[in-house]
């Protein structure tokens, strides 16, 4: 069955860079589009970007500047990489399954993140 | 950017009585808006894409409307299972966006 997983760090320093993975599985990667939302205290749900199953990529100018999306098909997996972290990027971010007909059909469960020293 | 506005914030209704909630853009965005649930501590769940479909394995009691700037979704009979936050989601134009939420509770 259709299964995503995030795994990251938990706690990360403010200026730091952030990763975290999105294992997938009973699907392919180069079949569906994958993306990125994050849910903070601040600003709740935000649409990150995403990647396409070709291997393109679009960003939410609000990130662009330091967020990159990239994939392993190989591996199943897709990551996330955020620099230049803040307090407020402080929240639950979370990847998503896009079959493009119907939006974000499938989510992981979220993986917390806490930025502080 | 689009603005998405839900109201109410907060809703305590009766089991069984029927709950509409809405989500106003602030432009037009050609029926793609999407409702999700999201339960506490849970990922977020999609139950409505492009104004009226009903997502797989979603019950009937659920449905929207709407076109133009403003969505609703309406529970026709709310059940025990239904406490949630339900947020609308834009995907007319990038970037996409979500409102601020409905909170669901039972009275």
């Known amino acids: 069955q259709v299964q995503l997983k995030e795994t990251g760090p938990g706690l990360v320093q403010p200026t730091q860079t952030l990763s975290i993975t999105c294992t997938v599985s009973?699907?392919?990667?180069?079949?569906?589009?994958m993306q990125w939302v994050r849910q903070t205290p601040g600003k709740g749900l935000e649409w990150m970007g995403f990647?396409?199953?070709?291997?393109?990529?679009e960003y939410n100018s609000e990130f662009k500047s330091r967020l990159s999306i990239s994939r392993d098909t190989s591996k199943n997996q897709v990551f996330l990489k955020m620099n230049s972290l803040k307090t407020e990027d402080t929240g639950v971010y979370y990847c998503?399954?896009?079959?493009?007909?119907?939006?974000?059909?499938?989510w992981g469960q979220g993986v917390m993140v806490t930025v502080s020293s | 950017d689009i603005q998405m506005t839900q109201s109410p914030s907060f809703l305590s209704a009766s089991v069984g009585e029927r709950v509409t909630l809405s989500c106003k853009a602030s432009?037009?965005?050609?029926?793609?808006l999407d409702w999700y649930q999201q339960k506490l501590g849970e990922a977020p769940k999609l139950l409505i894409y492009?104004?009226?479909n009903l997502h797989t394995g979603i019950p009937s009691r659920f449905s929207g409307s709407g076109s133009g700037t403003d969505y609703t979704l309406t529970i026709s009979s709310l059940q025990p299972e239904d406490v949630a936050t339900y947020f609308c989601?834009?995907?007319?134009?990038?970037?996409?966006?979500f409102g601020s939420g409905t909170k669901l509770e039972i009275k």
């Open positions: 998503a399954r896009d079959p493009i007909t119907t939006p974000f059909d499938y």
């Open positions: 009973g699907f392919s990667l180069t079949s569906y589009y």
């Open positions: 990647i396409r199953s070709g291997g393109s990529t």
């Open positions: 432009q037009n965005i050609n029926k793609y």
């Open positions: 492009n104004t009226n």
């Open positions: 989601l834009q995907r007319n134009s990038w970037p996409l966006t």
